[in-house]
């Protein structure tokens, strides 16, 4: 079974499209605006590879246009993959569109991009902070400065199949659980056939435990790289260590297997796996056929510490029709365009009054169970520290993960290398 990754990109071939952050308009016969543009015109940028995706772009572009019939608004579109490698590109010439979209994890690396947002301005758009949920604005903050709003919300959760849970007698994790309760789960459920956890590469599907474990980030609060913190050290050797010692896990085959864990449980191949809020309604529609459940992250000695997680739209240093890029971000972020992500499912909207709608489109015999998680999941939740070299940061750890579960390489040494190259900088 393809994974949410192959998936998207294979849809994306489907479709015929080979999308530039500069030449391609997403959405369909909405690529080209409507509205008279008398208020100028506005371009959004915004990753998307699947028809579902694609299909979400173009009809909150149409909210957006029915909201401001005086702007012409374009919307162009490239995949994950290339997004951000593109955005680069245009960073460098001053080419960005007024409308940026931008991940609150990558944010460190491209804020210089994006045009700081003023309580006037929020004003200007029709934005009011206390609409969207505790900790949501963090995910577009660096530096004290707001950069963007969020449109969505996440939190990393542990996702688990239920069969497997059954049929080895394992006991089924609750909202409360523990770290000991996920050591001895993990254990139950690894048999001759299968894995009792799907170990992480990606940021967060790795780090989430090791931040939850110890109770500590990797960056301080002020923005200094703090990767051995003995307590995250000593957290996140005790992850290497469900692969290496307790045998719960199986190594990565390599460093282009970035999502090994989250793939390992999509295709029923393993017991429980760590990922993002995000995947939810893909994992309780699996096409491998399986039971899924999910929770919120473990409890240890310090706590159950969790980062909100998320992304949103932006306005970039270059707009030079800065009132209309206002209009657009209040229509990108209003309650018709949050109630229409939140009720595809697609993920959960940042706006308070829209996300009650979002658990709507999971089945019902489900959903409480999935809102519980959720509730669970997002309770007393932090936002992100960060600093600009972190992308380097995980760009330098995600493939030294594969020495690192082989063991090869002890984490410990791992982590003190990546503090030595980028600590001082």
Request: aromatic share 10%; charged share 20%.
């Amino acid at each position: 079974m393809q994974s949410l990754q192959k998936k998207a990109a294979a849809a994306l071939l489907a479709t015929g499209m080979t999308c530039s952050l500069v030449a391609c308009s997403g959405g369909g016969d909405n690529a080209s605006a409507s509205g008279n543009g008398s208020g100028g015109s506005i371009t959004w940028d915004m990753w998307g590879g699947s028809d579902d995706d694609l299909d979400w772009i173009s009809q909150t572009a149409d909210i957006v246009r029915k909201q401001n019939p005086d702007i012409e608004l374009k919307t162009q579109t490239a995949s994950w993959g290339d997004y951000f490698t593109k955005l680069t590109s245009n960073m460098s010439s001053g080419n960005l569109a007024c409308i940026t979209s931008m991940n609150g994890q990558k944010l460190s690396g491209f804020y210089q991009a994006l045009s700081p947002l003023t309580d006037e301005d929020l004003e200007k758009a029709g934005i009011k902070k206390e609409d969207f949920t505790d900790g949501a604005l963090d995910i577009m903050t660096f530096n004290d400065n707001l950069y963007g709003i969020p449109y969505d919300v996440s939190a990393m959760m542990v996702f688990y199949n239920k069969d497997m849970f059954a049929e080895t007698g394992a006991k089924e994790p609750t909202l409360d659980w523990t770290f000991d309760d996920f050591n001895e789960a993990a254990k139950k459920t690894t048999t001759d056939q299968h894995k009792g956890f799907g170990i992480g590469m990606g940021e967060f599907q790795w780090m989430a435990l090791p931040i939850a474990l110890s109770g500590t980030q990797p960056v301080t609060a002020d923005g200094n790289i703090d990767l051995t913190n003995p307590d995250f050290v000593k957290a996140a050797e005790w992850y290497a260590d469900l692969v290496l010692t307790e045998k719960v896990a199986d190594p990565v085959p390599s460093a282009s297997e970035a999502g090994w864990g989250e793939e390992q449980y999509q295709n029923g191949n393993v017991a429980m796996a760590v990922d993002g809020t995000w995947n939810a309604y893909g994992y309780f529609n699996n096409e491998a056929g399986f039971k899924a459940g999910a929770t919120r992250l473990p409890q240890g000695d310090n706590g159950s510490l969790g980062l909100i997680l998320g992304s949103g739209f932006g306005i970039s240093a270059n707009c030079d029709n800065r009132d209309a890029a206002l209009k657009v971000l209040g229509s990108l972020v209003s309650k018709e365009a949050q109630d229409l992500l939140s009720s595809s499912g697609r993920s959960y909207p940042s706006r308070i009054e829209s996300q009650a709608q979002y658990f709507d489109s999971f089945d019902e015999a489900v959903r409480e169970e999935v809102k519980a998680a959720f509730d669970a999941a997002f309770k007393d939740q932090q936002g992100q520290n960060s600093t600009p070299v972190w992308s380097q940061v995980n760009n330098y750890i995600q493939p030294n993960l594969v020495s690192v579960y082989t063991g090869q390489t002890p984490m410990s040494q791992m982590l003190e290398q990546a503090q030595a190259q980028f600590g001082n900088k």
